[in-house]
C-alpha cells in the first residue's frame, strides 16, 4: 500500500489511537503501580494485593483503553464489530484474572500479618480459616460471574440460556439435583468461615483417626494424619455430622494413662514416681498431674495417671514417658505386684 495513501484508509485514525492508547495505558500501568505500592506500604494487607494484580493490570489497562478506541470508531468500519466483541472477551477474562489476583494477593497479606507457626495461635488460625474459605468462594463467584459475561456476549448463548429457562420443567429438575452437592457445599463452606467448626491446623478426631487440619477448600477438608496419611473429606460432613475437636477453645489437653497392678502394690511410691518422671519432663505444662484408682476387678486394680501438656502431640509424648517410665519402676523396684493369675492347687475350680 502507498504510504500517502495510508491517512486515507478507513482504519488509519483507529490504529493510529490504538497506538497513541497502548503506551499511554501501559505507561499508567507503571506509574500508577509504583505509586500504590509506596503508597500502601505501612498496610501488608493492601500492598500484597497491589503487587499480585500488576500481572494481571498489565493486560487489563491496554485492554481497557483499547476498548474506548474500538468503542470511539464508526460503526460502519468493516470488521469493527468483530474486533469490539474479540476486545470485550479478551478485557471480561483479564478483569476476571485482575480481581482473582487481587483477592489472592490480599488474602496473602492478612495471613502473613498472623502467622500461625507461633505457640498461642488460636487467633491465627480462626483469621487463616475465613481468609481460605471466603477468598476461595469469592474466586469461585468471581470466575463463574466472568464466565457468565462472556457467555451473554454471545447472542446464541443468550437466546439458549432463554430457551432452557423457559423450558425447565425436568431439565431443570435434574440440573438442580445434580448441583445440590455444590451449592451444599458452598453453604458448608460458609458456615465454617463464619461459625467457625473447625480451623486451620485443628487437632480433630474424625472417623476414629487423629489429625491436623491441614487443607480447607471450597468442597472438602484436607486432615493431615499423624502418620503422615490424608483424610478428605466435604465440607458437608463437619456441618451434619459429629467430631472431636481438641483444640477448640485452647491447645491444652489432660493426658490419661492406665496401668494395672496387682492388689498388694502400695500407691504411695506410684506416687512418688509419677511426680519424678513429671516434673522431669520437658512436655509437662507445670499445670497439674494425679494418680487415682479408678477401678477394680478379680484380678487386679487400674490405675488412671493425669498430667497436662500445652498442645495435643506435647501430650502424646507426655503419655507415653510416664507409661514407660511407669513400667520401668515397676519391673525394677515392685516385680512382685505385677497382675499375675493366682491358682489355688487345692481347690477345685467352680463350674
Known amino acids: ?23 499511554l495505558a501501559l505507561a499508567v500501568y507503571r506509574l500508577g503501580g509504583l505509586l500504590l505500592l509506596r503508597v500502601t506500604r505501612s498496610t501488608p494487607a493492601l500492598h500484597a494485593m497491589v503487587g499480585k494484580s500488576r500481572s494481571a493490570a498489565r493486560w487489563a ?32 477474562a483479564a478483569a476476571t484474572w485482575l480481581a482473582v489476583r487481587a483477592i489472592s494477593g490480599f488474602t496473602q497479606g492478612v495471613l502473613a500479618q498472623h502467622p500461625a507457626d507461633v505457640e498461642d495461635n488460636l487467633n491465627a488460625r480462626r483469621i487463616h480459616t475465613q481468609a481460605n474459605v471466603l477468598s476461595r468462594t469469592a474466586m469461585t463467584m468471581v470466575l463463574v460471574a466472568g464466565a457468565s459475561l462472556m457467555l451473554m456476549t454471545f447472542p446464541g448463548a443468550r437466546q439458549v440460556g432463554a430457551s432452557l429457562l423457559a423450558s425447565a420443567g425436568v431439565i431443570g429438575l435434574v440440573a438442580g439435583l445434580a448441583a445440590k452437592p455444590v451449592f451444599s457445599n458452598l453453604i458448608a463452606g460458609l458456615q465454617i468461615a463464619l461459625a467457625q ?81 513429671v516434673r522431669a519432663a520437658p512436655e509437662w505444662d507445670g499445670r497439674t498431674f494425679v494418680l487415682q484408682v479408678t477401678d ?22 507426655l503419655r507415653c514417658r510416664i507409661r514407660e517410665g511407669m513400667i520401668d519402676f515397676m519391673q525394677r523396684e515392685h516385680p512382685t505386684h505385677l497382675p499375675k493369675l493366682r491358682i489355688d492347687a487345692g481347690q477345685e475350680p467352680t463350674p
Open 1 to 23: 500500500m502507498n504510504l500517502q495513501m495510508l491517512p486515507s484508509h478507513p482504519w488509519f485514525g483507529t490504529w493510529l489511537g490504538a497506538l497513541v492508547v497502548v503506551p
Open 61 to 92: 489497562l491496554p485492554l481497557m483503553a483499547l476498548q474506548a478506541v474500538w468503542q470511539a470508531a464508526p460503526d460502519d468500519l468493516r470488521f469493527i464489530a468483530s474486533v469490539r466483541h474479540l476486545n470485550g472477551l479478551l478485557l471480561i
Open 197 to 277: 467448626p473447625i480451623r486451620i491446623d485443628d487437632v480433630l478426631v474424625v472417623e476414629g483417626e487423629w489429625g491436623r487440619v491441614e487443607e480447607i477448600t471450597g468442597t472438602f477438608v484436607v486432615l493431615k494424619l499423624w502418620d503422615e496419611r490424608r483424610l478428605i473429606l466435604p465440607l458437608t460432613y463437619f456441618i451434619e455430622k459429629p467430631f472431636q475437636s481438641w483444640t477448640r477453645h485452647s491447645a491444652q489437653l489432660l493426658g490419661s494413662v492406665f496401668i494395672y497392678v496387682d492388689y498388694g502394690m502400695p500407691m504411695a511410691p506410684l506416687r512418688t514416681e509419677l511426680e519424678r518422671i
Open 296 to 317: 477394680t476387678t478379680e484380678r487386679s486394680m487400674q490405675l488412671r495417671l493425669l498430667a497436662t501438656a500445652a498442645t495435643a502431640p506435647l501430650a502424646f509424648d
